[in-house]
């Protein structure tokens, strides 16, 4: 009986992942942004025949998205709570695997031993499998084990290369070492050769999980097949893995080959946001669609991190924590529509805002983000990615800015036909009673059938508008924590800010 009790299930994740939330603000506040670069540390041995110890801390970068991880976690039980399972799942396996997911993402974003980051790496692959081949669409199957195959390979090749770390520093040190700290110190003994090949393991686990084109093709079908809160969270937070990825352990412990590689990321990065954007236009599939517009502001953010600026890779790991919020608000906004509708079709719709003009705002608010309306919180990091990126990059930038003018159609064009126009497709006209029925938008069968946004799907969307609309206002208190973790990112690549530099000269 207890294992069924799924009022017992949902008090009980939504307990957990709010007192999860409470000790990410008090992390937050004992942060000093001008403090040491890793902060908040622990480290207990864990393996010390290989020099391996589970420790802790964190970063400005790592901490943002600590507090994204904290902060969506509870919007997605909210948003979870009356989540319609397939039959025999029950609702208590379904919200622990969600915590479960939860713990391994923050321990990947504060592991400081490149061993446990890639235990944790691992790791995250076993809930979201099950989240997504127990609890999802009529392809959930194929979508999970997609997602599984590409994700461990990417983790089996850099396992090669973690091997290798812990045996080149050996060579340097005299003991061989998993201690991130320690192998930034001595990366720039590795010979280029040696940097060369190591990076790349990391990099192809990264481009997998980011995703970069043309690895990206298991996240629009575990995105499309996924429970809804679940591809909040894929598309929110756990491919930003990749991304920080490349801050954390490219561009730090590999810093030559980062910039041998980085036009191979430039122009993969490009393609991304340009082929995105074409398919995310041309996509029939709503939840498929915010999965290619994932990818098209992917392109954004590994194109400001390997651009080498200050600004530009500011605006990257900015655009990391506003890309979770307004896409994952897009995504709840689309399965609401969709648990109206009962399809994902975009086809199956049409003017749904006189049916439900709250949702339809909200609709509007999470698209406007989505493609970087100025005042909302996207417009304040594509802006730093492409102002930074511009110096150093420009031809790859002016061909990126191509993106923001496709961003506006393809968003504008899915909130036109879903909520403009006459009412109209299979989904409201069938809803409203079948053939024959009255279509009227005022008539009582369709204010019956189809309901404005409850009062727990407003509280669920309420703190992501406040974000969605704080952060576009007033981005500082997040830059604040960012920038010193950017500048010590720099200086460990050996990079210059042409901004900085060209001021100097004055």
Do not use: C
Not at 73 to 100: H, M, N, Q
């Amino acid at each position: 009986m207890l294992r069924n009790n799924d009022r017992l299930a949902r008090l009980s994740a939504l307990g957990f992942s709010l007192a999860e939330l409470v000790l990410a603000v008090f992390a937050w506040i004992a942060f000093d942004a001008g403090g040491a670069r890793l902060q908040l540390t622990t480290s207990v041995e864990w393996i010390p025949q290989f020099g391996v110890n589970f420790a802790l801390g964190v970063d400005g970068i790592a901490l943002v998205m600590i507090a994204l991880i904290a902060f969506l976690v509870p919007v997605v039980i909210g948003a979870s709570w009356e989540e319609k399972l397939p039959e025999g799942r029950t609702l208590g396996g379904f919200l622990s695997l969600i915590l479960v997911m939860e713990t391994f993402m923050v321990g990947v974003f504060a592991a400081t031993d490149v061993f446990l980051f890639y235990v944790f790496f691992e790791a995250m692959l076993i809930p979201a499998y099950f989240l997504i081949g127990r609890f999802g669409g009529p392809r959930r199957t194929y979508a999970a084990m997609k997602f599984f195959l590409y994700s461990l390979l990417g983790g089996l090749i850099m396992l090669a290369s973690v091997i290798g770390v812990y045996v080149t520093s050996a060579d340097v040190l005299g003991k061989g070492t998993f201690e991130w700290a320690k192998l930034v110190e001595i990366s720039k003994d590795l010979s280029p050769t040696a940097q060369f090949w190591l990076f790349l393991g990391f990099f192809v686990a990264f481009a997998i999980k980011a995703p970069l084109v043309p690895l990206h093709t298991w996240l629009p079908d575990s995105a499309a097949e996924a429970p809804v809160g679940v591809g909040v969270l894929l598309v929110g937070v756990l491919d930003k893995v990749g991304t920080f990825g490349f801050l954390r352990y490219g561009l730090s412990l590999f810093p030559e080959a980062s910039k041998q590689l980085a036009p191979l990321v430039l122009v993969l990065a490009v393609i991304g946001i340009l082929y995105g954007a074409f398919l995310a236009f041309g996509q029939s599939d709503m939840k498929r669609f915010v999965a290619f517009t994932s990818i098209a502001h992917f392109g954004f953010i590994a194109l400001g991190i390997f651009a080498f600026s200050s600004q530009s890779i500011s605006g990257s790991v900015l655009y990391m924590v506003n890309h979770g919020i307004s896409t994952g608000m897009l995504f709840l906004v689309v399965g609401m529509v969709m648990a109206r509708g009962g399809s994902r079709k975009f086809s199956d719709y049409g003017g749904m805002a006189k049916l439900t003009p709250v949702l339809g705002g909200l609709f509007l608010v999470a698209g406007l983000s989505s493609l970087a309306l100025p005042g909302t919180n996207s417009f304040v990091s594509e802006f730093l990615v492409l102002v930074g990126s511009f110096p150093n990059e420009p031809v790859f930038t002016i061909i990126a800015s191509v993106g923001m003018v496709l961003a506006a159609l393809y968003v504008l064009r899915a909130y036109q036909q879903v909520m403009q126009g006459p009412v109209r497709g299979t989904a409201l006209v069938g809803l409203a009673g079948g053939p024959g029925s009255a279509t009227d938008p005022e008539s009582e069968t369709f204010k019956s059938k189809i309901a404005d946004l409850s009062r727990r799907e407003l509280i669920v969307l309420a703190p992501l508008v406040a974000l969605v609309i704080g952060l576009g206002v007033y981005p500082k208190p997040v830059l604040d924590v960012i920038t010193p973790s950017v500048t010590a990112t720099m200086t460990e690549a050996g990079v210059t800010d042409p901004v900085v530099s060209q001021e100097g000269n004055k």
